[in-house]
Each structure stands twice: as C-alpha cells, then as structure tokens.
C-alpha cells in the first residue's frame, strides 16, 4: 500500500498571503491528483499530474510534479477566503483499483 | 460531472439504532465507493461496491456493521447498524463514471451525529 504524507495539516492565512502545501510518497506515483473539499460539499478534482517534473497551472494554483515521481506540491498565490477547504491528495486509480487519498491540508483563509 | 444524490443529507440519532443512506447517481456507474469523514479529518475508503457482486471492505471495516446493497448499476445503500457515538461523521457516497481519467465524483455527503 503507498503510503502517503501531506503537510502542513493545518494552515490558517491572510487573504492575499501566498503558500505551498505539499504531498508525499514512500513510493512512486504513476500519476496523482489534487482534490478540494469545501465545507459541506464532496472533494471535487483539481488537476492530474502525469509526468515527472510537470507543472500545472490553473488560475491563482500551480501544480508541481516531482521529477522522480514521488512528491507534488500545490502553491497558492495570493489567496481568497474562496480557497478554503481540505486539499486532498491520492494516486489515480487504474480502472477496477480503489482510491486512497492522504491525510489532508486543511486550509483556512481569513479575510 | 456526474449528479450524485445522497439522503440524508444530515440526521441525529440514537445509540444502538441503525441508519441506511442512500445514494443515487444520474448514470450508470461499475464501481461505487463509500468513503467515512471524522470531523477535521480526510477520507477513509469504507468500501467498494460493485453491481451483482459482493462489497469488499478495507481493513478495519465489516459486513455486519457496514452492510452495502448495490442493486443496479445507479443505486446504493449503506447502512451504519448498531451505532454508536463514535460512528458520528460525515459518510461519502462516490463514483468512477468510467472514462479513464481516474476522477472520482462524489455526493454532498450525510452527516450523522449519533447521541
């Protein structure tokens, strides 16, 4: 079973601070994805990341990749109380594989 | 997106009753998950449940406490029997619409507070 580290579990934040969480593996990811969950919804999916050493952008949040595979990172720029939730992270699934996500960022930011 | 409806969305109850939650999806899905949410904490996969075949739970997780009924390919049930405070959370119904991509949908969730 991979197992996996997000840190910091908990960040509380100005509005318009810029911060990074982050994602770890004790072994490779074939691909992973970050998930936001709001207060009171389910997770939604943020992005997928494939290939080592890739970086997304989408809006305000950059995506990155780690070359070997095994670590993504997730950077905000200029934070909205609109970002607060649980970011999630979790190796995709394979067609008939479950989904076991990490521990969790818990993201509050004040305005 | 898949449109996925769960009831209840929220629900107080007694110790040492049960409770089924139900959760419906738009389409027809294969696999469908039931994932528990303590308060402040991620997702834990309660179990996969499968059209026509038996749940498989995850370590920690059974049948007599967890039973899952899936029958047809947009209907699911789970109910939390015999409950107990600690059985207070938030439980997640979610599915893989099939496409490859791997993502999951899920519902609003139930929140359950058991006294």
């Known amino acids: 079973t991979q197992l996996l580290e997000q840190s910091p579990q908990f960040l509380s934040i100005q509005e318009g601070e810029n911060l990074t969480v982050y994602c770890n593996s004790s072994?490779?990811?074939?691909?992973l994805q970050w998930y936001r969950q709001e207060p009171g919804e389910g997770p939604v999916l943020l992005v997928t990341?494939?290939?080592?050493?890739e970086v997304k952008k989408l809006k305000r949040l950059t995506f990155q990749f780690g070359d070997a595979r095994k670590d993504s990172s997730l950077h905000i720029t200029a934070a909205q109380p609109g970002d607060t939730g649980l970011y999630l992270c979790?190796?995709?699934?394979?067609?008939?594989?479950?989904?076991?996500f990490g521990p969790g960022t818990s993201l509050s930011v004040i305005p | 997106s898949a449109v996925i409806s769960q009831k209840p969305s929220r629900d107080i109850c007694q110790r040492g009753t049960s409770l089924t939650i139900q959760c419906q999806v738009d389409?027809?899905?294969?696999?469908m998950f039931w994932y528990r949410q303590q308060p402040g904490q991620s997702l834990t996969l309660i179990a996969t449940?499968?059209?026509?075949?038996?749940?498989?739970?995850e370590s920690g997780f059974v049948i007599d406490k967890f039973p899952i009924s899936r029958p047809n390919l947009t209907f699911s049930t789970l109910t939390v029997s015999n409950m107990s405070p600690e059985d207070s959370s938030i439980y997640l119904c979610?599915?893989?619409?099939?496409?490859?991509?791997?993502?999951?949908?899920f519902g609003e969730g139930s929140r359950l507070t058991v006294l």
């Open positions: 979610s599915v893989d619409r099939g496409r490859n991509t791997g993502e999951l949908f």
């Open positions: 990341v494939v290939t080592g050493g």
């Open positions: 072994s490779v990811f074939s691909s």
């Open positions: 389409s027809q899905v294969t696999m």
């Open positions: 979790a190796p995709v699934k394979t067609s008939y594989d479950k989904v076991i």
């Open positions: 449940a499968n059209q026509g075949s038996e749940a498989t739970y």
